[in-house]
């Protein structure tokens, strides 16, 4: 099978991009910031970008462009006969089709709520009607696995037309006007009266708010928002020739994707303060707190219509990427032609995303954690705490580790080309540091759940010592 390949630098730059900037920007950074305290929060998910994130997404591009392989192939490339890094391959392809379970879920979600303030469904009602919209959705399973599908069905009609017709072309553009819509709603946020507190509790740090649980949920959500473990951003490693290093190439995606991030909470919090919306709501900030401040503004309907585009925009690049992924993989094991492939993995990927979006209505009654927790909280902990770390921890002692690819193999691909360079003196801290940091974030993701009951293994064996 001939090697795709993208059409321009551009192209792999927004494209990867683009596969970092999704949900975690637009929907799960700006709630996890109000929950943690707000500016030391972003202080420490940015230190943790650069310290974790840019080493394990330089590796990742390293592997992919060295292998000219999918996640699921590019292990049987570089390793060593007799070895079997290769089963954290099938692993990797694994997690992408879990975190598509419940990621195109909440892509319908910013879909339906992107209708609804089109179509003027969102505004001139009250603050009561605007607040209960979000759990009627939820409610109704036609609504959940309808726009699901949508999602789904979009994904894949695009990637049908080819990784340079299809998906360079669409991400290209759509990340293009991503990034004007932002600075269009962030110029209008600065505008708000409450401008200038949420912009306090936003970007002025509070280090009395510091804590374990602030700190890990800084380290995990800086690889949740870049999807790094799981080969999202190996397989466009592959398609990309050998003229600028790597390192320089990561730094410029990682530069969006903080953009993105930053704005977001840019657009968000100075509306909270300005409406009285609490920005500590949780999951539900963007959709509740968001309506009702657009609910509330002058030309709200277009302007909440504007803001929906926007986080649809970011989320369905995420989509279109990941399954891009998926669609590599398949193609490799199988030899299957991209139609057949597009068509199985939709109809597959569509059937695997129907529990999710029936998890909170007819399906309700499975709780895998607390008694409000449900199938997209299990799905969520899989890839977030358990898949993400793990992988990232495969890939960084494959590359440093003699008995994997070795670190001369790396640094010899990620410096391959103009642009900067992986320096040397690097070695002992991505050798020894980075993977004991990574087994820590690890470790603690899991001992700090919170599980049925309120219940925490850290808990746990806290009481057992007294005891």
């Not at 020739?241 to 995606?253: C, F, P």
């Not at 939709?346 to 449900?374: D, M, Q, R, Y």
């Not at 700090?448 to 057992?464: A, C, H, P």
Request: with cysteine; charged share 10%; aromatic share 14%.
């Amino acid at each position: 099978m001939e090697r795709e390949r993208l059409g321009s630098r551009l192209g792999f730059i927004l494209l990867s991009a683009g596969c970092a900037i999704g949900v975690g920007n637009v929907w799960k950074f700006p709630w996890m910031t109000g929950q943690n305290g707000g500016g030391i929060f972003v202080l420490l998910y940015l230190a943790f970008l650069f310290l974790l994130g840019l080493p394990v997404m330089v590796m990742e591009f390293s592997l992919g462009r060295a292998s000219q392989s999918s996640p699921v192939r590019l292990y049987q490339k570089l390793q060593k006969p007799g070895q079997k890094w290769h089963l954290h391959g099938y692993g990797a392809l694994i997690a992408n089709v879990l975190l598509i379970m419940f990621y195109a879920s909440v892509t319908g979600w910013i879909l339906y709520y992107f209708v609804k303030f089109l179509t003027g469904g969102m505004t001139g009602i009250t603050d009561q009607a605007s607040a209960n919209i979000y759990p009627a959705m939820q409610q109704a399973p036609v609504i959940m696995v309808g726009f699901m599908a949508a999602v789904v069905v979009m994904a894949f009609v695009i990637l049908s037309f080819g990784l340079q017709n299809g998906v360079e072309r669409v991400t290209k553009y759509m990340m293009i006007v991503l990034l004007g819509l932002m600075i269009v709603l962030a110029i209008n946020s600065f505008t708000l009266e409450g401008a200038g507190e949420g912009l306090t509790f936003y970007l002025k740090p509070d280090f009395s708010k510091i804590n374990g649980s602030v700190i890990v949920g800084a380290m995990n959500q800086a690889f949740f928002t870049l999807s790094l473990g799981i080969g999202s951003m190996a397989i466009f490693g592959s398609y990309i020739g050998k003229e600028r290093s790597l390192v320089g190439e990561s730094v410029n995606i990682l530069v969006l994707d903080t953009f993105v991030a930053i704005v977001a909470g840019l657009i968000i919090f100075p509306a909270c303060f300005t409406f009285n919306v609490e920005p500590t709501s949780g999951p539900s900030l963007l959709f509740v707190a968001m309506a009702k401040v657009f609910n509330n503004m002058a030309g709200g309907r277009w302007w909440g219509s504007v803001f929906f585009l926007f986080m649809f925009f970011a989320a369905m690049s995420t989509i279109i990427a990941v399954c891009q992924n998926i669609l590599a993989c398949i193609r490799e094991l199988t030899g299957w032609g991209r139609i057949k492939s597009c068509i199985i993995c939709g109809i597959g990927l569509l059937v695997l995303g129907v529990p999710c979006a029936l998890g909170f209505n007819l399906w309700s009654e499975f709780k895998p954690f607390t008694s409000t927790s449900n199938i997209m909280d299990l799905e969520d902990f899989l890839v977030t705490n358990c898949l993400l770390p793990l992988g990232a921890f495969c890939y960084v002692l494959f590359c440093v580790s003699k008995k994997g690819w070795g670190f001369d193999n790396f640094i010899n691909e990620a410096n391959t080309g103009k642009g900067l360079k992986f320096k040397k003196w690097m070695r002992p801290y991505v050798t020894y540091l980075l993977p004991v940091v990574i087994v820590v974030i690890f470790v603690i993701g899991i001992v700090t759940y919170r599980f049925d009951d309120d219940f925490t293994i850290w808990g746990w064996i806290r009481n057992l010592v007294k005891w």
